[in-house]
C-alpha cells in the first residue's frame, strides 16, 4: 500500500474522526432497539424468539450489504458517495422503527436498516487503511471502529433512549436517534475526500477476488471464523443482557441503562488501548489473551451479588474483548490482501461473521431462552469466547513493526 504521507497528519485525524463519529451514529441507531426491548417487547407482545429474529434480521441484510457494497466500491472507487447515501438511508430506517406497530413492521424495517448500514464499516476501514500511516494503523482503525461507537452507540444510548422512553415513550425514542445522521451525512460530503486511485491501488486494475481465493489466505479464513464466534456474542449481549438484568436480576430499567453504558466506556477506552498495544507487541498476541479475558462478562452477570457498582467493574474489564474487534475485521485483513481488495475483504470478514454469528447466534440464543431460560444466553457467550481466543492461535502475525523487527517480508500494506 502507498505511503499515506500523501495526506497531512491533520487530515487523518479529521477523517478518522469523521468516521468514527458516523460509525457512532449507525451503533446509536443499531443498538436503540436492543436497549428499549424493555419498552417494546410488552407493548408489541414479543417473545424471546422473536427478540432474538429482530436481532438476526439486521445481521442477515448487514452481512449481505457489507459485502456487496464493498465489492461496489473497490470496482467504482466511489466511497464518500456511498458512505453519505448509507448514512441518510440508516438514518430514515430509525424513523421507520419508531412507527412500527407489530412485530412484523418492526422486522421489515431492521431488515432495511441492516442493508443501509452494512457498506459503511469495510468502506470507512478501507479510507482509514489507505489514508493513515502504517505505524499507526492499529490504532486508528481501532479508533474508526470503535470509539465513536460505543461512546455513542453503547453509552451516550442505553442513557439517553431508556430515559425518552421513560419520559415520552419508546417511539419518541427512536425519532430522537434518526437525526444525528442527516447532520454526519453533510459533513462526510463536504469534508472527507476519495483516495486517489494510484493511493487506493485501483491504477493496477479492477480483477475480482474469488471467495475461494480470499479464503486460501489464512489469516482471512481465520479472522472470519473469529468474527462468527466474537459477533455472535455481541449481538447475543446487546439483545439479551438487558432483559437479564431487569427480568432475572432484578434490576431497575435505569440502573440497566448505565450498566450497558459502561459496556460503551470499556469499548472507548478499549478503541485506543487494545489495538495500540497491538501495534507494539504484535496482533497475534492480543487476539488471543483479549477474548479469554471476556469470560468475566457473562460469569458476572450470573453470579455476582452485591452492589451493582461491582458488577460494572467486570462489565467494564470483561467488554475489553471489544477492542479486538477492528483488529479481525480490518486491521489483519487489510495487512494480509493486496490494497486493491480492501474493501471486499473486509465486507467478506464482516459479512461471514453477520450472517453465521449475527443471525444464527441470537436466533438460537432465543429459543434456548424460550426452552431453559435466560441464564442460558450467558452460558453461550461464556463458550464463545473461549473458542475465539483458541482459534486465533492459528494467525499469522501482520503489524509492520514486528514483521520488520523479525526481518520477515509483509504479507501486504
Keep these: 500500500m502507498a505511503s499515506a504521507a500523501r495526506q497531512p497528519a491533520r487530515y487523518q485525524v479529521l477523517l478518522v474522526g469523521l468516521l468514527s463519529l458516523n460509525f457512532g451514529i449507525l451503533f446509536f441507531d443499531r443498538n436503540a432497539l436492543n436497549f428499549l426491548m424493555p419498552f ?3 407493548d408489541l407482545g414479543l417473545n424471546n424468539t422473536q427478540v432474538g429474529m429482530l436481532a438476526s434480521a439486521l445481521s442477515l441484510t448487514w452481512a449481505i450489504s457489507g459485502f456487496l457494497i464493498g465489492r461496489l466500491s473497490d ?5 464518500k458517495s456511498i458512505i453519505v447515501v448509507a448514512t441518510l438511508a440508516f438514518s430514515l430506517c430509525s424513523f421507520v422503527s419508531g412507527i412500527a406497530s407489530s412485530f412484523l413492521m418492526l422486522f421489515g424495517a431492521r431488515l432495511l436498516m441492516g442493508f443501509a ?3 459503511v464499516l469495510p468502506i470507512s476501514q478501507s479510507l482509514t487503511a489507505f489514508e493513515v500511516s502504517p505505524d499507526r494503523r492499529g490504532l486508528a482503525m481501532g479508533v474508526m471502529q470503535n470509539l465513536g461507537s460505543n461512546l455513542l452507540g453503547s453509552t451516550a444510548a442505553p442513557l439517553l433512549l431508556v430515559a425518552i422512553a ?3 415513550g419508546w417511539r419518541s425514542a427512536f425519532f430522537v436517534a434518526a437525526l444525528p445522521g442527516l447532520i454526519l451525512a453533510a459533513a462526510i460530503w463536504l469534508f472527507v475526500r476519495e483516495p486517489s486511485p494510484l493511493i487506493a491501488g485501483e491504477a493496477e486494475g479492477h480483477e475480482r477476488l474469488s471467495i475461494a481465493a480470499a479464503f486460501a489466505e489464512r489469516n482471512i479464513l481465520l479472522c472470519a471464523g473469529i468474527s462468527v464466534l466474537l459477533v455472535s456474542y455481541l449481538v447475543i449481549c446487546w439483545a439479551f443482557m438487558p432483559l437479564f438484568l431487569t427480568q432475572v436480576r432484578g434490576f431497575d430499567p435505569s440502573v440497566m441503562g448505565w450498566l450497558m453504558a459502561t459496556l460503551g466506556i470499556s469499548a472507548g477506552v478499549g478503541s485506543f488501548v487494545v489495538p495500540g498495544i497491538s501495534d507494539v507487541v504484535g496482533r497475534k498476541p492480543v487476539m488471543v489473551i483479549v477474548p479469554l479475558i471476556g469470560v468475566i462478562l457473562p460469569l458476572g452477570a450470573m453470579f455476582m451479588a452485591g452492589s451493582p457498582w461491582l458488577l460494572a467493574v467486570i462489565f467494564f474489564f470483561g ?3 471489544n477492542g479486538v474487534f477492528p483488529m479481525f475485521m480490518a486491521t489483519i485483513p487489510s495487512e494480509t490482501v493486496d490494497p486493491r481488495h480492501t474493501a471486499t475483504v473486509l465486507g467478506l470478514v464482516m459479512g461471514t461473521g453477520e450472517v453465521l454469528g449475527g443471525v444464527f447466534g441470537p436466533a438460537l440464543a432465543g429459543v434456548a431462552a424460550d426452552h431453559f431460560g435466560l441464564r442460558a444466553v450467558l452460558w ?3 463458550g464463545l469466547c ?7 492461535l492459528g494467525l499469522r502475525e501482520t503489524a509492520p513493526r514486528i514483521v520488520a523487527r523479525a526481518g520477515l517480508s509483509p504479507l501486504h500494506g
Design 380 to 382: 453461550i457467550m461464556f
Design 117 to 119: 448500514e452494512g457498506g
Design 40 to 42: 417494546v417487547q410488552p
Design 75 to 79: 470496482r467504482t472507487g466511489r466511497r
Design 386 to 392: 473461549i473458542a475465539a481466543g483458541v482459534l486465533a
Design 319 to 321: 467488554w475489553a474483548l
Design 166 to 168: 421513560t419520559a415520552a
